[in-house]
């Protein structure tokens, strides 16, 4: 999973920033709302945190902007204490959600949890195929009742095939959800990562289109 932030307090932005990437998410960091616009034009996020007061373009606008393009990424503004209107106007701009500053940083990984189920059209908070669940709260696998230890890249790739069954996603719309900019991608890394998943979820669990990318099928309904 990657996350835009949005934070021009370097203070702020610091601790976000290292409790996200403590919880296994890719994240990157821009400080001003033209950046953040431009990021958002050229490159895919699974969610955005959005302070509202930032130098050069506002968040208001950055939202605007974004929204204005048809993109639906949930995006969960950051407001001063007292900035109830803001929060109001956040929301009618098309946020998903809010947090007050000073924020409690779960607090805010428990409401990113919450938008990123809700974009991806799940509200049960456990996704369960082919005998594999994962509850994205706790990050807990089990394979058929049993719990499996997955490392933080291993569960980000199988959570992005998860929240998707029977759509490819390709290399690098994997490594988007697994590294953030300041991060150096490691050749033949989602190889060494898929083989990993598969020995520990099974070999057919994830399945490889040559050249395209990689897939967990969707279940047949039944
Ligand atoms: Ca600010």
């Given at each position: 999973?990657?996350?835009?932030?949005?934070?021009?307090?370097?203070?702020?932005?610091?601790?976000?920033?290292?409790?996200?990437?403590?919880?296994?998410?890719?994240?990157?960091?821009v400080?001003?709302?033209?950046?953040?616009?431009?990021?958002?034009?050229?490159?895919?996020?699974?969610?955005?945190?959005?302070?509202?007061?930032?130098?050069?373009?506002?968040?208001?606008?950055v939202?605007?902007?974004?929204?204005?393009?048809?993109?639906?990424?949930?995006?969960?503004v950051?407001?001063?204490?007292?900035?109830?209107?803001?929060?109001?106007?956040?929301?009618?701009?098309?946020?998903?959600?809010?947090?007050?500053?000073?924020?409690?940083?779960?607090?805010?990984a428990?409401?990113?949890?919450?938008?990123?189920?809700?974009?991806?059209?799940?509200?049960?908070?456990?996704?369960?195929?082919?005998?594999?669940?994962?509850?994205?709260?706790?990050?807990?696998?089990?394979?058929?009742?049993?719990?499996?230890?997955?490392?933080?890249?291993?569960?980000?790739?199988?959570e992005?095939?998860?929240l998707?069954?029977?759509?490819?996603?390709s290399?690098?719309?994997?490594?988007?959800?697994?590294?953030?900019?300041?991060?150096?991608?490691?050749?033949?890394?989602?190889?060494?990562?898929?083989h990993?998943?598969?020995?520990?979820?099974?070999?057919?669990?994830?399945?490889?289109?040559?050249?395209?990318?990689?897939?967990?099928?969707?279940?047949?309904?039944?």
């Open positions: 999973m990657r996350i835009l932030l949005v934070e021009d307090d370097r203070m702020i932005g610091e601790s976000v920033r290292t409790s996200l990437r403590q919880d296994g998410y890719a994240v990157d960091w400080q001003d709302g033209r950046s953040a616009d431009a990021a958002m034009s050229a490159e895919h996020f699974d969610l955005v945190l959005l302070d509202l007061g930032l130098p050069g373009m506002s968040g208001l606008e939202l605007h902007s974004l929204r204005g393009r048809k993109n639906s990424t949930p995006v969960i950051i407001t001063a204490r007292d900035g109830i209107e803001d929060r109001i106007k956040g929301l009618d701009a098309g946020a998903d959600d809010y947090v007050v500053k000073p924020f409690d940083v779960d607090e805010l428990a409401r990113i949890r919450s938008s990123l189920r809700r974009s991806s059209g799940h509200a049960e908070p456990e996704i369960e195929i082919l005998g594999v669940r994962i509850n994205p709260a706790t990050r807990e696998v089990r394979k058929d009742g049993k719990k499996i230890m997955l490392s933080a890249r291993e569960y980000a790739i199988v992005a095939l998860m998707r069954p029977g759509a490819i996603l290399r690098a719309q994997l490594e988007e959800r697994m590294y953030g900019w300041g991060d150096e991608i490691e050749s033949n890394a989602i190889e060494v990562y898929i990993g998943v598969r020995r520990k979820l099974g070999a057919d669990f994830v399945q490889n289109v040559r050249g395209v990318g990689y897939f967990i099928p969707k279940p047949e309904p039944t």
